[in-house]
């Protein structure tokens, strides 16, 4: 299986760099087996059935990109350089992976300042990323890198314009609660009250579960054959009472619709039994072609990166012949691509 089977050609000008607004109002494809129906966001209830079950990711993306200074004192005298930090997951003992640019710039036991009151000490490295070890924690910490930290938009947006005020607000879910991902589960930004008042009058249930969503979505696809990728771990957790819900749903003859390949990666992690169980824990679940899907009915999804492991999700959820036919669709009706763009619900025949 060759990685430039998942390859696409997309215009530039399709890729979104602000969402729709409201949020309701972006496209929304919706794929049938063979039938495919352009619809908008706030639509969705006319294409879900009353009994179905919408698994929400109720993660809260913290504001992980920080702009600091380090000094240093040495025998040419004072010197002070600018690093940029990106935050990737918290560790035992107030420790916090991230990535460092310019790492040769940071030696081990130096002191980053961000701001009066955060500041962040180079405690080693682990391959390319820094262990850094912050003077605040707990609630403190969460204030602090709140009034100093910054969204850390997809690299793709951030090639064409900086992260600004407004991202704080567009670039977080209506229900976030549970703070811990440094990338947004972006189907879900298209849902405000509206929709979601909507989908309860239409008899739709809603779930929550967490996965925080690393950086490592964006990285890469390095190899030519996909089955020797490596996956990235992200931390999820499915509670007693999702699990139940799902189960209720599943008895009653409900369809299971993960919002997002997030919610659909933590579902799959957990149902691989073929029944949905309580679950805590570290996933690194790799869905390509072949792949046997045990929970989830249907997808809610936006439009993924050329050659990119979503891009191979849904083309292992609806076949990959059918998801080149639905994004070639897509592109000559100028849907809106990537994390700001448009959605799309797919349904396998």
Do not use: C
């Amino acid at each position: 299986m060759k990685l430039s089977e998942f390859d696409f050609d997309l215009p530039e000008e399709l890729i979104a760099t602000r969402p729709a607004r409201p949020r309701s109002s972006a496209r929304l494809l919706v794929a049938e087996g063979d039938r495919i129906t352009d619809a908008v966001a706030r639509d969705l209830p006319e294409f879900l059935r009353p009994g179905d079950r919408l698994v929400l990711n109720d993660t809260k993306v913290i504001p992980a990109r920080l702009s600091g200074t380090r000094q240093r004192h040495g025998e040419a005298g004072p010197s002070e350089a600018r690093i940029e930090v990106t935050l990737l997951e918290p560790r035992a003992g107030g420790l916090w992976t991230a990535l460092v640019k310019p790492m040769k710039k940071l030696a081990a036991g130096e002191v980053i300042r961000f701001s009066d009151e955060l500041s962040a000490r180079m405690e080693g490295r682990e391959e390319e990323k820094a262990l850094l070890a912050f003077d605040l924690t707990g609630k403190d910490f969460d204030e602090a890198l709140a009034r100093a930290g910054a969204m850390p938009l997809p690299p793709y947006i951030e090639r064409r314009r900086a992260a600004d005020a407004q991202d704080a607000e567009d670039y977080q879910t209506v229900w976030a609660r549970r703070p811990g991902a440094v990338a947004a589960p972006t189907a879900s930004l298209h849902f405000d009250e509206t929709l979601l008042d909507a989908l309860r009058a239409a008899g739709i249930g809603m779930t929550h579960v967490t996965l925080h969503v690393g950086a490592g979505t964006f990285l890469p696809v390095k190899v030519d054959d996909v089955t020797e990728h490596r996956m990235h771990a992200e931390w999820g957790e499915v509670s007693e009472a999702a699990a139940a819900e799902i189960a209720e749903t599943r008895r009653a003859g409900g369809r299971i619709v993960p919002v997002g390949t997030t919610a659909l990666r933590l579902l799959e992690t957990a149902g691989r039994s073929g029944e949905v169980v309580p679950w805590s824990g570290d996933t690194d679940i790799f869905i390509y072609p072949g792949f046997e899907f045990r929970v989830a009915d249907a997808l809610m999804t936006n439009f993924h990166l050329p050659k990119s492991t979503l891009m191979m999700l849904v083309a292992a959820f609806m076949g990959r012949e059918r998801i080149e036919r639905i994004y070639a669709h897509a592109i000559a009706e100028r849907y809106r691509f990537f994390s700001y763009g448009d959605a799309s619900l797919l349904v396998p025949a």
